[in-house]
Antibody
């Protein structure tokens, strides 16, 4: 049973870059055919897909965030990461890392981590 | 358009049946998937493909799809089914996933 765990600062200042890492255990991040993704959820609101990465490094991003998002992968550490630049208060949310299988179904999720953007 | 539309809320009497729908053009090409999210918890996959349930999901959950509408049905709703439910699909025109706005299911 694969497990995912998000880590990173819980507080980021406006205009700075949000950085989170997801550590995968119980399975290799290099094993296809899975993608590794990020999803966020502002308090009291719905889920928003941010983007995903394949072990090869191939990425797909939400067009609404694409200009500010970078997702990378480190297969040696079994981790993947999210960077979101130029953050504002509207980027305050719980951020989930997750595994996507075929058909973009998300079959494993981290517990989520709250990131607050505030000075 | 690149959107998935869900009713914001539905209610169902204990033991009765409720159907949640999700509408969007991307569903004409992809079956989509459904997620249950209880307060303070991560989402859980409850349905994918054409009526496929992950292991551990009760068989009172079923799925269907027709045209641009996907549906999740809970037959014999239980108190523990009270949660938010989200549909998800893939937009192949711009290669990104999208979630519906979510449906809050209340079991009376």
């Amino acid at each position: 049973q694969v497990q995912l765990q998000e880590s990173g600062p819980g507080l980021v200042k406006p205009s700075q870059t949000l950085s989170l890492t997801c550590t995968v255990s119980g399975g290799s991040i290099s094993s296809g055919p899975y993608y590794w993704s990020w999803v966020r959820q502002p308090a009291g609101k719905g889920l928003e897909w941010i983007g995903r990465i394949y072990f090869s490094g191939s990425t797909d991003y939400n067009p609404s965030l694409k200009s500010r998002v970078t997702i990378s992968i480190d297969t040696s550490k079994n981790q993947f990461s999210l960077k979101l630049s130029s953050v504002t208060a509207s980027d305050t949310a719980v951020y989930f890392c997750a595994r996507e299988g075929s058909g973009s179904r998300t079959d494993s999720w981290g517990q989520g981590t709250l990131v607050t953007v505030s000075s | 358009s690149s959107e998935l539309t869900q009713d914001p809320a539905v209610s169902v009497a204990l033991g009765q049946t409720v159907r949640i729908t999700c509408q969007g053009d991307s569903l004409r090409s992809y079956y989509g998937s459904w997620y249950q999210q209880r307060p303070g918890q991560a989402p859980v996959l409850v349905m994918f493909g054409y009526n496929k349930r992950p292991s551990g999901i009760p068989d009172r959950f079923s799925g269907s799809s027709s045209g641009n509408i996907a549906s999740l049905t809970i037959s014999g709703a239980q108190a523990e089914d009270e949660a938010d439910y989200y549909c998800k699909s893939w937009d192949s025109s711009s290669n990104h996933a999208l979630f519906g706005g979510g449906t809050k299911v209340t079991v009376l």
